[in-house]
């Protein structure tokens, strides 16, 4: 039993290695950019500025997105077969939460509250769910 467990904790830890590699990288993406894109130290407008910005989008886009990263990258490493098969669904089984969450959240706040409550996709990155869930 206790070998059982074990096994499924490191098959679990080398699971998480593929997703966990993207952040160090994206980290110092995002602070080379961010002292490109300073005003301080450069001029706005500058080719230096517009780069740093066109970086700091690209890498906000990895860590704005790290919890389907990170769902895709598990599901595909601790799939033996089918590995397409199963990043497909945890992707799909991520956003059904999401928007399962942000549901109950407004169903929620509709009970607490008495202004009335606007559909929202607060919880969702990707902002064109919004219109299939409202």
Do not use: H
């Not at 206790?2 to 997703?19: E, I, N, R, T």
């Not at 994206?26 to 001029?43: E, H």
């Not at 706040?109 to 008495?114: E, I, K, P």
């Amino acid at each position: 039993m206790k070998q059982k467990v074990m096994d499924a904790m490191q098959s679990f830890s080398k699971a998480l290695m593929g997703p966990v590699l993207f952040l160090p990288i994206a980290g110092m993406l995002q602070a080379i950019s961010s002292v490109m894109s300073n005003t301080a130290l450069v001029t706005e407008g500058g080719v230096v500025w517009t780069l740093g910005k066109f970086i700091n989008g690209g890498v906000g886009a990895v860590i704005g997105n790290l919890g389907i990263l990170f769902c895709v990258g598990i599901a595909m490493s601790l799939a033996k077969k089918r590995k397409a098969d199963a990043a497909f669904l945890a992707l799909i089984s991520y956003l059904v939460w999401l928007a399962a969450n942000s549901r109950w959240l407004d169903v929620i706040r509709q009970a607490l509250c008495t202004a009335p409550v606007r559909p929202s996709a607060s919880a969702i990155t990707l902002p064109t769910w919004a219109y299939f869930w409202a």
